[in-house]
């Protein structure tokens, strides 16, 4: 299966409130709350670390979580986000997001 | 409750300032008939420390930005001030004349991910919108940046100041934001001048314009909910907070001086000497004006409108009491609901007859 690359759009804007993570898309002002598992992933997407790492490395380590179950909620969280144009998904490292944005 | 509603809840809970204003500037290269600056650099921020201030607010919790002045882009490092601010992940919404702005600025603030530009216009007149910018061809500039804005997919109001000079073009600004595509919001608040001048007062539009301006359902939506008679008064009503500023919001000006809001002239300390987030947290005006609840106000408790007047603790501040109320939004509920404020009775009732003079009965 090939490698998932998430970064962060950079038509986002996210502060952490709380312990929460707060994000709106300045597309269309679609606001997001995330939760702690949600916020690892978010924080991780640097466009460098393939996303099984990232469940691996981190989601698996810091939560009490199965390998399986963490994959697939992260898939859906990296899907959902993708669609709001929140995360940018590549198969191959992002480099430059605003060249992955402008193709979109 | 809408999220942003929630997290405005939760900033308030947790003490956090979640909306800024930040002017970086006063200087204009228009000077509107009815504007409350003065137009001089007295020592603005320099770059490095406009960014010192900013990562200071994203440390602080900032959300909301909002970059103004003044005309922002009078300012040659604009541009590399908002590249920073985008940077720090701030919500950015810029107010500006548009006056500046050509393809290649437009292009940059999409690039950049700029939530939302206000652009301020008067009329759908160039000739009206010019007499009150004193800058010939300003309207012409303003609207050709609208477009420039609109084609790069960006999200833009129109900002209109209802005033005397504009009383008749309502109607015709309206069809100009739909011709345009773009939002559009009407403002009748004139305040004093910012060195106490009460002069553009005179600017301010009568009852009757307030009165047809609050019963145009293009503006308010719903006429009869937006006009309908205040709720009684509850406990709840009365413990509440007059509005956001210095409690989730506050306002820095292009020298480093923090108010609790734009409107609101009170200074609370200034980040050339102090962090902001110590500011924040500690100055005294600020925590004076988060202890007020609305049973703290003598007059303004005692008003049928206290749960839903639209009053301005800044603009009581400038009528002399942050405590007090304010004229202008008693005239705002009484042209609303057809209801005088309990501020205008007492003035009644004790001869001070000011501002009843000028008001008319409802038709």
């Known amino acids: 299966m090939a490698q998932k690359y998430i970064a962060k759009s950079s038509a986002i804007a996210a ?28 924080q991780a997407a640097d466009g460098r670390t393939p996303l099984s790492e990232i469940v691996s490395q981190r989601l698996c380590q810091e939560f009490d979580v199965e390998p ?37 | 409750m809408s999220l942003v509603a929630e997290m405005n809840q939760r900033a308030l809970a947790l003490g956090l300032p979640l909306s800024v204003h930040l002017d970086v500037t006063y200087r204009c290269n228009e000077r509107c008939v009815h504007c409350y600056l003065d137009h001089d650099d007295l020592g603005e921020l320099t770059t490095e420390e406009i960014k010192d201030v900013l990562r200071q607010l994203a440390d602080a919790g900032v959300f909301f930005l909002v970059l103004s002045g003044g005309e922002v882009l ?41 939530e939302q ?17 004193k800058l010939p061809g300003s309207w012409k500039k ?23 000079p ?44 307030l009165r047809e301006v609050f019963r145009n359902k293009e503006l308010v939506g719903d006429v009869e909910t937006f006009c309908a008679p ?35 002239p009170l200074p609370s300390g200034n980040v050339r000497n102090q962090s902001f987030l110590e500011i924040w947290q500690n100055s005294t005006q600020l925590r004076e004006v988060r202890s007020i609840r609305a049973r703290d106000l003598p007059t303004c408790s005692t008003c049928a409108h206290v749960g839903t007047c639209s009053r301005c603790p800044g603009l009581a501040y400038m009528e002399g009491n942050m405590r007090g109320p304010s004229s202008a939004d008693c005239e705002k509920s009484f042209q609303r609901t057809g209801i005088p404020s309990a501020n205008m009775l007492k003035k009644a009732a004790f001869g001070e007859h000011g501002n009843l003079i000028q008001i008319q009965p409802l038709a």
């Not at chain 2, 303003?142 to 005397?164: D, E, H, P, W």
């Not at chain 2, 011709?179 to 009757?208: C, F, H, M």
Request: include cysteine; charged fraction near 25%.
């Open chain 2, 117 to 133: 530009i206000q652009i301020s216009v008067y009329s759908h007149r160039a000739e009206v919108h010019d007499a009150i910018t």
């Open chain 2, 74 to 114: 009078m300012r040659r490092d604009f541009l590399e001030i908002l590249e920073y601010a985008r940077s720090l992940l701030f919500n950015v919404k810029i107010k500006t004349n548009g006056v500046m702005i050509k393809e290649k600025e437009a292009r940059r603030f999409r690039e950049l991910g700029v």
């Open chain 2, 166 to 209: 504009n009383l008749d073009d309502n109607a015709g600004t309206i069809a100009l934001a739909k011709e345009l595509g773009v939002w559009y919001t009407i403002d009748p608040t004139i305040t004093p001048k910012i060195d106490g001048d009460v002069s553009v007062l005179s600017y301010r539009a009568p009852a009757e314009a």
């Open chain 2, 230 to 264: 205040p709720p009684d008064v509850s406990e709840d009503i009365l413990d509440g907070y007059p509005c956001s500023a210095g409690h989730t919001a506050c306002y820095i000006s292009p020298y480093g001086d923090v108010f609790p809001c734009v409107q609101f």
């Open chain 1, 15 to 42: 502060r952490m409130l709380g312990g929460e993570m707060m994000i709106m898309s300045a597309k269309d002002s679609t606001f997001f709350t995330l939760n702690e598992v949600a916020t690892v992933i978010w």
């Open chain 1, 68 to 104: 399986a179950v963490a994959a697939r909620d992260a898939e859906q969280f990296v899907d959902e986000l993708s669609q709001h144009g929140i995360l940018l998904v590549s198969d191959t490292p992002i480099r430059d997001v605003a060249s992955v944005s402008e193709s979109k």
């Open chain 2, 142 to 164: 303003t609207i050709r940046a609208i477009r420039f804005l609109k084609s790069q997919g960006l999200k833009v109001t129109m900002a209109n100041v209802l005033m005397t």
